[in-house]
């Protein structure tokens, strides 16, 4: 580096030009920060992904494992008998175990255990939390502060790509029977404390705000026909 710096000193001083130690630093910064964004960005420690996205009840997961709202169940059930108490600390806990999660698949990565350039399906994203926090967040620093921590997710700071964001909307018909029969059913564990104007509101809201939200998604109506 030392040798560099001298190299440029020497063609200032013989094209008899201005000598500024200060350029030269700031060109050996430049050169550390570019060469450490193009290790960061290398095609080898990219991940893609696919998201599964869409209201409550709406089918997402038949291609993917249990979605992170769901391994908080006592958190949920607080939050469904008094959202307005316990919404803003549900939304910090999503976010935070997806930070978590994306650190977790790169250090993989890193590892060795996951191959270069692999598909990730996830149910949801961090970022659809948006369609929540618009509905059951009213206090605006609480707004600011969860629209923050997205700005600064890991997602964002890691070279993820977010390949393709697939959109389940079976209509709000199909969605309230189908919430129906898996709240018989009793395979999600807090489905009966969910009320159904909520589960409107949050449908509604996903088909106000999914461009915003995912730019770039795939609207897919897996409406299942009547027989």
Known sequence: ????????????????????LKNIMQNQIKEGYDNLHEMLNHDQLKLNFIAIDGAIA??????????????HKDLL???????????????????????MMYQQ????????????????????????TQFFTEEIITNQEEKEKLNQLLQHSTFKLLPNKMNYTIFCDPGQEQMLQWFMKRS??????????????????????????????HSNYIRINNNIPKP
């Open 1 to 20: 580096m030392f040798q560099k710096i001298e190299k440029q000193y020497n063609n200032l001083y013989n094209e008899e030009r201005q000598f500024s």
């Open 58 to 71: 709406v089918v997402k997961n038949l291609a993917t494992k249990e979605e992170i709202t769901l391994q």
């Open 77 to 99: 059930k607080m939050f469904y008998a008094n959202p307005e108490k316990y919404g803003f600390a549900l939304q910090l806990t999503i976010i935070n175990e997806w930070n």
């Open 105 to 128: 698949l790169h250090r993989l990565q890193l590892e060795g255990k996951i191959p270069n350039r692999t598909y990730i399906i996830e149910d949801r994203t961090m970022y659809s």
């Open 184 to 213: 018989k059913e009793g395979n999600k564990g807090t489905d009966r404390q969910i009320p159904k104007d909520y589960l409107i509101k949050i449908y509604n809201k996903y088909k106000e705000m999914i461009e915003q939200v």
